[in-house]
């Protein structure tokens, strides 16, 4: 048993320990601000522990620990790391000023860890529920604020179902397979000439599952609501590390034990790809509420992402992670831009409230430009280059009308994104918001720059991406 393989996650586990009983024994009336300057030293110590734990199977074959993990992990504790630093500035406004608060976004992050790696359909279970659960509290974390709580309460509902479906899923899937082992699954599978028809029922509900914590259609009813009534970090954050999780085992259980049956899952991923496309394109043009609309961009780009996927190829697993990405970077810049719409010290998000922004804040109006555009897929911002590698990808699979028909949602989509674009900067000018802290201006340069100069590390992140898409063939 290679116990140093899981080191990065034992490392963490123990952080976050440490962290809550120190917020616990201090004596000064609110310990939130060291407990999050903690908690991100934390995610910078296990990003590094990360990038040089080597590569092997460990613990009787349930975890794992290869290129595909280390990209899966690093982007996550980036998204994470972003999420807790934007949390920062507005904390006591935002109601989150506790020292539970950071360490909950810790074990999540812990729990998405543990997916990245999972060598077992169990591992994946339990990766699972540690990040949900956290997660559900801190949707409702704010819980003087009625929106807050009903978005807590929605999500935990909505999530407690569709882990139940992704656990009788799995009960299926190990009831016909007689193991739970990813290895141990290939090699059942791999041996029957026509696959059991309760196994494939299993995939189906596990697909349900994941589906789910990605919302993408039709599981996405919990996403308008709970992006709009949780704290805007909170937001932020789900709408990142959780979500390429998610993503990190669909690729690991359907590239890896059922790879080679491809040609009876791919139409499933078809369907739930354009069903996520269209709807998030279409249904987001009648919001009037910025983060309600970025519910459905997310939903939209959930679905962009899943094109590489149904190629199924290493060229289309390359493409979905380099979107993956571009997504977190200019997700993360945007609710940037988001968390600093206050004023007075009162949160404002009708997409109305920006009018004008070009004239009182014309820096962050250029910066929420740029992530307006790259998620439309204006080149040479970061997601023109997620977009090619999907669509490049879904082509050569010779997936022509799913490439077509994500050409035509992006147009769509375009639409509402100008047209946040022109509110800034042609609208009759609103009143200024409050000052931006330090820690949002640093997150919305840095996230500027990278969505603008991604051609730049294009080459590296391409090279990463192709090793780990090779990891889940070996």
Not at 349 to 359: P, W
Request: with cysteine.
């Amino acid at each position: 048993m290679n116990w140093t393989l899981a080191l990065p996650e034992i490392v963490l586990a123990i952080s976050g320990l440490a962290i809550l009983v120190f917020g616990v024994v201090q004596k000064r009336e609110n310990p939130f601000f060291p407990c999050a300057m903690l908690v991100m030293a934390a995610f910078f110590i296990t990003g590094l522990l990360v990038l040089f734990t080597p590569d092997g199977v460990g613990y009787n074959h349930i975890f794992v620990n290869d290129d595909f993990a280390r990209f899966m992990k690093v982007l996550s504790l980036c998204g994470a790391f972003l999420a807790t630093m934007m949390t920062v500035g507005y904390a006591r406004e935002m109601e989150v000023a506790k020292f539970e608060f950071p360490v909950l976004i810790l074990f999540s992050t812990l729990g998405t860890m543990m997916m990245a790696s999972s060598g077992n359909l169990m591992t994946l279970f339990v990766g699972l529920e540690l990040s949900s659960l956290a997660i559900y509290i801190l949707c409702a974390f704010a819980r003087d604020q009625v929106r807050a709580a009903e978005a807590g309460l929605k999500y935990f509902v909505l999530g407690s179902l569709a882990s139940g479906l992704l656990l009788y899923g799995i009960s299926l899937i190990y009831g016909f397979a007689g193991t739970l082992e990813y290895g141990g699954l290939q090699t059942a599978v791999a041996g029957t000439a026509a696959l059991p028809t309760g196994l494939m029922i299993g995939i189906v509900f596990m697909l349900v599952g994941l589906s789910f914590k990605l919302s993408a259609v039709p599981f996405h009813m919990w996403t308008p609501d709970v992006y709009q009534g949780s704290p805007s970090s909170v937001t932020a954050y789900m709408a990142g590390a959780p979500k390429i999780a998610a993503f990190a085992v669909l690729l690991r259980v359907m590239i890896g034990p059922f790879g080679h049956m491809t040609e009876q899952w791919r139409l499933l991923i078809e369907l739930v790809s354009v069903a996520s496309m269209l709807f998030g394109s279409i249904a987001a043009i009648a919001q009037t509420d910025i983060k309600r609309l970025m519910a459905y961009s997310s939903i939209g780009h959930m679905g962009y992402a899943m094109m590489g996927m149904a190629a199924a190829t290493p060229e289309g697993t390359r493409g979905t992670l380099v979107y993956l990405v571009t997504y977190l970077f200019m997700n993360v810049g945007a609710f940037a831009g988001i968390v600093a719409m206050r004023r007075k010290g009162f949160a404002v998000t009708r997409i109305s409230d920006l009018a004008g922004l070009g004239k009182t804040a014309p820096g962050m109006a250029a910066a929420m430009a740029i992530f307006m555009f790259s998620m439309a897929g204006a080149p040479p911002l970061a997601g023109f280059f997620g977009k090619l590698m999907v669509f490049y990808a879904a082509i050569n699979a010779h997936l022509y009308a799913l490439a077509a028909i994500g050409v035509i949602s992006s147009i769509i989509g375009a639409y509402y994104y100008v047209r946040i674009v022109k509110v800034m900067f042609f609208d009759t000018a609103e009143e200024a918001f409050d000052r931006l802290p330090v820690s949002l201006s640093f997150i919305s340069v840095g996230m500027g720059l990278v969505t603008c100069l991604f051609i730049v590390v294009l080459g590296p992140v391409s090279t990463a991406a192709q090793a780990a898409a090779q990891a889940l063939l070996r």
